[in-house]
């Protein structure tokens, strides 16, 4: 790795587990002292964290974490599910017996760990990208990669927030994937498709409903607008409010 890879690699794994928070300021003399880089190597990583839409630069203000809105998500969602929809046709008849077997084992760890697997960990991706992944869909896989990374970040705080609540979504998820896996096995390409959408329009839905609620209980914006400022001519004075 460059140094420039090294701090984008290290602070997109921080966005994800939520170590660094939305709406956060990646100051980049901080950052090059932490990681005894130069300034040029920092906003080299600054830009490939923003080409994966995981912070924000605003002009004359810095570079901030930045905040996934509901309507984002929304999309998300709705592009992964367009995507995988797509490339669960074209490699469903090219599933080999050895991508089933695969998909069972990593099924069999996810129950080892649910929590860790699940949420933190890349055994849940590794088995949705058999269903997908393949030599000639490079474009869609690079899609659906920078969509998990984003919305990993959102269920870290999910099960942070909201452990019971995520556990029981577990279960469900689980029982999607056997589901899944069980229609693959038996060639049944119409079943597979209903699994898997209901299995995506599931996590939408509890995710947004999440962030609805965190935005209720939230006044103040992550990202701080400019306050602004009143001028006075030289020898006026200041007029309170009675």
């Known amino acids: 790795m460059t140094a420039s890879e090294f701090v984008a690699e290290t602070l997109r794994r921080e966005i994800l587990r939520g170590e660094l928070a939305p709406g956060q ?6 950052i090059a002292a932490r990681f005894d880089v130069s300034q040029s190597s920092v906003r080299e990583a600054l830009r ?7 912070v924000v630069s605003i002009r004359n203000r810095g570079t901030f974490v930045a905040t996934l809105t509901i309507d984002q998500v929304e999309e998300m969602y709705e592009i992964r599910l367009a995507v995988e929809l797509l490339a669960l046709r074209h490699k469903f008849v090219k599933l080999s017996r050895e991508d089933l077997n695969e998909a069972e084992d990593l099924l069999d760890d996810m129950e080892k760990d649910p929590e860790t697997a699940f949420f933190l960990g890349d055994t849940h991706k590794k088995f949705h990208a058999i269903f997908y992944d393949g030599a000639d869909r490079k474009l869609g896989k690079d899609i659906l990669q920078n969509i998990y990374g984003n919305l990993t970040r959102l269920w870290v705080d999910f099960i942070r927030k909201k452990p019971s609540l995520a556990r029981g979504y577990e279960e469900e998820s689980r029982r999607q994937h056997h589901d899944l896996l069980r229609a693959a096995k038996s060639q049944d390409l119409g079943a597979a498709e209903a699994v898997l959408t209901q299995h995506i329009n599931h996590a939408r839905d509890l995710l947004v409903s999440h962030l609805r ?29 009675r």
Request: charge should be positive; avoid cysteine; glycine fraction near 4%.
């Open 48 to 54: 490939r964290l923003e080409s994966l839409a995981l």
């Open 213 to 241: 609620l965190d935005l209720d209980r939230a006044p103040e914006p992550a990202v701080p607008t400019p306050t602004a400022k009143t001028t006075r001519r030289p020898g006026q004075r200041r007029v309170r409010g």
């Open 25 to 30: 300021p990646l100051l980049q003399d901080h």
